[in-house]
């Protein structure tokens, strides 16, 4: 009986790294290449990098059952589909998954697809998915910030957007949440911090200090 493997690669901006396996998971060996970011270092880029990975992971007698590959810059059906053309041409032509690469790190820590990740590489994400399989990333949450995202498709870096800071704190100081006081006053709505924690915690952003004894500790002691 012919034995099973599969494939897994991570491909970020900086670096892509691949594991083959067996079907018992056990890791038979990995490998390393550059950056694969498909927004970044283009088709060729990517094509480059996976090559290098998979050409040290496989030998000529070695036929591949799955592969999974968590890539940067990959997030709509168009890119998912120049992807696929990628690994067609390096030979990998069933058992395809192509995912972005924040849901490869959730999954890694959170092992039920159930959480929220916040990936600070060479690009930045937040991904999140609740365990109803609601999904919502960074992406959408720019949606919410009108001119965040620029006129520029191509001002996309990465897992980030070049984008104008003016946007991006009106987005925070605007947003419903923020702006509205019945989220606060909602017993419903939920509060991870006790009333007083958050109290210090906004006074410690603006280096607040005690000048008299209206808390109930030293008068000298300065929060920040």
Known sequence: MRSKYRLGIDAGGTKTAGLLADESGSVIRSARAGGANLRVHGELGVE????????????????????????????????????????????????????????VALVAGAPDGVGVVLISGTGSIAYGVDANGKMVDSDLIMYRAGDLRGNNQNERKGGYYATNMVAVIKAILLDQEARNLAFVLDPEHGKLREPFVRVTHLLRAFRYSVSGTLLPYDPQFELG
Request: hydrophobic residues 45%.
């Open 48 to 103: 480059k990098s996976l090559y290098q990975v998979i050409d040290a992971l496989l030998e000529e007698s070695l036929q591949i059952d799955a592969l999974c590959l968590g890539i940067a810059g990959v997030g709509t059906d168009a890119e998912r589909a120049i992807v696929t053309g990628v690994l067609r041409r390096l030979g990998i032509r069933r058992g395809i998954r192509i995912e972005n690469d924040a849901l």
